[in-house]
């Protein structure tokens, strides 16, 4: 089993910064891929970004540029770097890791209003 937990959703402006950490704990040895998906209101629940263990990254055509996905292994957690954020950028944040199955965290809300 492996335990996710995000933090650092909130309230930010247009054009604003943050970010998001998701914190790993179990077995987590046994990953070999994690993610951002995002789901706004009304909306499907959609890939944001992607890395390997092996630190191969991927994004999503519409955070390409502004967002980075990185990982601390020494402390089992994962980011994503937000920059330059819109309106639609407002979702909910879902922090998933793929290995004997796929599991998720809990979310954390991203609200980018003025």
């Known amino acids: 089993q492996v335990q996710l937990v995000e933090s650092g959703g909130g309230l930010v402006q247009p054009g604003g910064s943050l970010r998001l950490s998701c914190a790993a704990s179990?077995?987590?040895?046994?990953?070999?891929?994690m993610a951002w998906y995002r789901q706004a209101p009304g909306k499907q629940r959609v890939l944001v970004a992607t890395?390997?263990?092996?630190?191969?990254?991927n994004y999503a055509d519409s955070v390409k540029g502004r967002f980075t996905i990185s990982r601390d292994s020494a402390v089992n957690t994962m980011y994503l770097q937000m920059n330059s954020l819109k309106p639609e950028d407002t979702a909910v944040y879902y922090c998933?890791?793929?290995?004997?199955?796929?599991?998720w965290g809990q979310g954390t809300q991203v609200t980018v209003s003025s």
């Open positions: 998933n890791a793929v290995g004997d199955m796929s599991y």
């Open positions: 179990g077995s987590f040895f046994r990953i070999y891929a």
């Open positions: 890395i390997t263990s092996g630190g191969t990254t």
